[in-house]
């Protein structure tokens, strides 16, 4: 009933740039919450970046002052701008939403995943 899609993951130098991409799909009637989730090789996943019940923004510390999120004005898409990128966030990034769909309670919802390298 719900999908989340990623894009725009890939390979990208120490000190690079890239921007990943979430939409949000199906009978959706409230996003609650809408952010993103990683995973490095050999650890559990962790919280990056987030949009609030209230709309605001809640960000790891690891990530503070390098990575943004923002979204449409239909709240249907959110974007995770990641700027001078180390290689220890070389991981999958997820995305992850709370999403009420009409006639039922909130649920947490995954995307499948996107690669994110930062290597030379």
């Known amino acids: 009933q719900v999908q989340l899609v990623e894009s725009g993951g890939g390979l990208v130098q120490p000190g690079g740039s890239l921007r990943l991409s979430c939409v949000a799909s199906?009978?959706?009637?409230?996003?609650?919450?809408m952010g993103w989730y990683r995973q490095a090789p050999g650890n559990g996943r962790e919280f990056v970046a987030s949009f609030t019940r209230d709309s605001s923004t809640v960000y790891a510390d690891s990530v503070k002052g390098r990575f943004t999120i923002s979204r449409d004005n239909t709240k249907t898409t959110v974007y995770l701008q990641m700027t001078s990128l180390k290689p220890e966030d070389t991981a999958v990034y997820y995305c992850?939403?709370?999403?009420?769909?009409?006639?039922?309670?909130?649920?947490?919802?995954w995307g499948q995943g996107i690669q994110v390298t930062v290597s030379s």
């Open positions: 992850n939403a709370n999403i009420r769909v009409a006639g039922m309670q909130s649920s947490i919802y």
């Open positions: 199906g009978r959706l009637f409230t996003i609650n919450t």
